[in-house]
Every structure is written in structure tokens, then in C-alpha cells.
């Protein structure tokens, strides 16, 4: 559901971009820093639309392939500690299975001084 709500919100702010594009199509200067060109409002909007959109589609590719990562070392670092909890579980004796300690005697009258 909710990546249903983010496609219908890209589509409306990209229907938004496209239609603030379309009312400015006069001519502008662009500097590039080497050359000075004249195009198409309508260019530079939708040209750093694409740029923003690329950006942040490599971020999110990014920041998923590092929580990949994260997940990866969690699991295995998981499994190592249930493979130490079942070594420890079997290594244990039961209580009831353990003899006695020396000197107690659990059917005699303890007294304290």
C-alpha cells in the first residue's frame, strides 16, 4: 500500500514539473562555465528534473544495497549465537540430574549459629 501512495505521488509531482515546464518555453541563457548557450526553459526544467530523479533513484538503490548488507551480517551474526545457545543448552546438566553437593544432605535438619 504504501508503495502504491509513492507511485501516485511521483506521478502528480512529475504531472506538476511537465505542466510548469510546458507554460515556460521562452529561450534562456545557460552558462556552463566554458560556454554561454541559449535553449529552451522548458529543457532546463525537465533536464534537472531527470538529473534529481537519477540522483535519488542511485540513493535509494544505495541505501537499499547497504541495508542488504546490514541484513546479511545480522542474520549470520544470528545463527552464530542460536548454534552457541544450542551448544550451551545441551552442554548443561539438569539440576535433577546432578548429584548432591558435598556435606548438604537435603533430608536433614540444617541449623545456623
Not at 531527470?50 to 535519488?56: E, F, K, V
Not at 542488504?68 to 544450542?86: H, N, S, V, W
Request: a neutral charge.
Amino acid at each position: 500500500m504504501r508503495n502504491q501512495w509513492s507511485i501516485i505521488l511521483g506521478l502528480v509531482f512529475a504531472l506538476l514539473v511537465a505542466l510548469f515546464a510546458v507554460i515556460n518555453v521562452d529561450p534562456v541563457q545557460v552558462n556552463f562555465g566554458f560556454s554561454l548557450i541559449s535553449i529552451p526553459l522548458i529543457l532546463v526544467i525537465l533536464g534537472c528534473a531527470l538529473i534529481g530523479a537519477i540522483i535519488a533513484g542511485f540513493y535509494g538503490i544505495f541505501r537499499g544495497y547497504k541495508q542488504q548488507r546490514r541484513i546479511k551480517a545480522l542474520t549470520a551474526e544470528l545463527t552464530e549465537a542460536q548454534g552457541r545457545i544450542a551448544v550451551l543448552e545441551t552442554a548443561q546438566p539438569v539440576l535433577s540430574e546432578m548429584p548432591p553437593a558435598e556435606g548438604f544432605a537435603p533430608d536433614a535438619k540444617t541449623t545456623y549459629n
